[in-house]
């Protein structure tokens, strides 16, 4: 009988669930949409029950999907995955199991001046060598010493030894596993790399640096490998065993079979982020890049990754159309943006948060610079998708810098890749082919390997050959490397236009 694998796959703006067949297609899908909440300028959260509550909804439309076809049974659905948006932070009460706070998402900015405070005293790369990550409003760490500091529920849960916290994966499978009735409260070493208290080494909570941020370890979950069976999830009278976590850049990179040694893979979602294979020792970057785990299968040994993150991509699409109304819907951007063969001279800093790598500079804003009489909203959208572009450039130049082997070719996904437009224009500014492959789902894809390596429905990596193996889209550049500089200069140059704003 044929064996599927499901995914939860929990990003920024929506929840979803697919159920993956051994080749790595999927057979059903079911996606939901939930609100995003901005407070003040800068702050970004989420609240836990609409995660939690579209997930849950997500998984019974799409089981439902999946047995419409009479062929079919729960029976053969062997294993789950989860894949989740990364260092958004929660925090809840164990007794009562209610969130104490909105969960404050990663590309949130309200901890800037806790961020300063706390470079003021110590330097920005203080643990560096023990976490990978520099201190930032990025990460999970200063997110939880926020609410700490400013939410007296949060800090009275602290106090009394009952508060639970943990990124996206913990505070689902601690809910979907019973919650206050022994719902398991775990994370795994992708997501645990990402919230600066886990040393890169051990695998294990680094105690002075929760000494540092003042935090108890009794409140974080226990850390697990990113494929294992840590419990099982009732549907349909069935106990399907959950058996993989990965941040969702992880996952991505697992879904990409990114396994050896010096490769890549760049995702355009709401941000953008670029996962280099590293091995299994962890490189520390001179170059602006962070150093992250990739993936831990079982017992197999830790493979780590350097990592370039930026922070507006897919989400600058949505900043058009829901902003400033140039555009009806996402894909209206590719549409609008080949209506011109260039941007006519703009250039565009999607900095709305700061930048990070590699210029991790959170004082940035964004900006948009070149604009004449003869600027029109066509070379805005090209402009747009031509920022994502160059940034790839920046930190696919830091990690060539970082490596000595300079990439000859780039693994793309993630929703801006459907676009052949942007495709197009990122190979030209890199000088290097792009391919994407014909199934774009890589990072549940990924999830779904995690998972289904844990219970046998593939034995080994060799097994994974067969999945998703389609023919990629393949995109060459089509300017020369002289052009593509020149146009990376100038954007450069518009990039330092941002500085010193916040």
């Not at 995955?81 to 809840?92: K, L």
């Not at 007794?95 to 470079?119: F, M, Q, S, Y």
């Amino acid at each position: 009988m044929p064996s599927y694998v499901g995914a939860i796959d929990q990003g920024t703006t929506s929840s979803r669930f697919l159920i993956f067949d051994e080749t790595g297609k999927y057979v059903a899908i079911h996606q939901l949409e939930f609100p995003q909440h901005y407070p003040r300028p800068g702050w970004v959260e989420h609240d836990p029950n609409d995660i939690l509550n579209t997930v849950s909804t997500c998984i019974d439309e799409c089981i439902n999907k999946f047995l419409d076809d009479n062929a079919r049974s729960i029976k053969d659905l062997k294993a789950i995955g989860i894949t989740n948006q990364r260092e958004t932070f929660i925090a809840w009460d164990k007794k009562t199991g209610k969130p104490l706070h909105n969960a404050i998402v990663w590309c949130d900015v309200r901890t800037l001046e806790l961020v300063h405070r706390l470079i003021k005293q110590n330097g920005v790369d203080v643990f560096r060598k023990s976490c990978g990550l520099p201190i930032s409003t990025y990460f999970s760490a200063v997110k939880l010493l926020w609410m700490i500091e400013n939410v007296p529920a949060v800090k009275d849960a602290h106090e009394n030894d009952t508060l639970l916290v943990g990124t996206v994966d913990t505070w689902l499978i601690w809910n979907l596993t019973g919650g206050i009735n022994g719902g398991l409260h775990i994370t795994d070493v992708t997501n645990a790399s990402r919230t600066m208290f886990m040393d890169l080494n051990t695998l294990e909570w680094n105690q002075q640096i929760l000494d540092f941020f003042n935090i108890k370890k009794s409140c974080l979950p226990r850390i697990c490998s990113s494929s294992e069976i840590y419990c099982h999830y009732k549907i349909r009278d069935k106990e399907i065993p959950i058996a993989g976590i990965l941040g969702d850049q992880q996952a991505a990179f697992v879904g990409q079979k990114c396994f050896k040694s010096g490769e890549a893979k760049n995702t355009y979602g709401t941000g953008c982020f670029m996962l280099f294979n590293t091995g299994n020792t962890p490189f520390f970057s001179k170059s602006g890049l962070l150093t992250t785990v990739g993936y831990k299968f079982g017992n197999m040994p830790t493979v780590y990754a350097l990592e370039g993150s930026i922070a507006v991509a897919g989400s600058a699409i949505q900043w058009l159309r829901d902003n400033l109304g140039i555009i009806n819907e996402s894909k209206d951007v590719n549409t609008l943006a080949a209506l011109t063969p260039d941007t006519g001279g703009v250039y565009f800093v999607t900095a709305f948060s700061g930048l990070y790598a590699p210029y991790w500079r959170d004082d940035a804003r964004g900006c948009i610079v070149g604009i004449t009489q003869y600027t029109r909203k066509e070379h805005i959208a090209r402009a747009t998708l031509e920022a994502t572009c160059f940034q790839t450039r920046a930190i696919l130049e830091a990690m060539n810098n970082d490596s000595g082997h300079p990439l000859t070719y780039l693994k793309v996904d993630g929703g801006m890749t459907a676009s052949d437009l942007c495709m197009q224009i990122q190979a030209d500014l890199l000088g290097i082919q792009v391919e994407r492959p014909m199934m774009r789902e890589t990072t549940a894809l990924g999830a779904a390997i995690a998972a289904g390596l844990a219970v046998g429905v593939w034995k080994s990596l060799n097994d994974l050959d067969k999945v998703n193996s389609d023919d990629n889209d393949l995109f060459k550049p089509q300017i020369s490397s002289n052009d593509a500089t020149q146009r990376y200069q100038l954007w450069q140059k518009a990039v330092e236009k941002s500085f010193d704003w916040a």
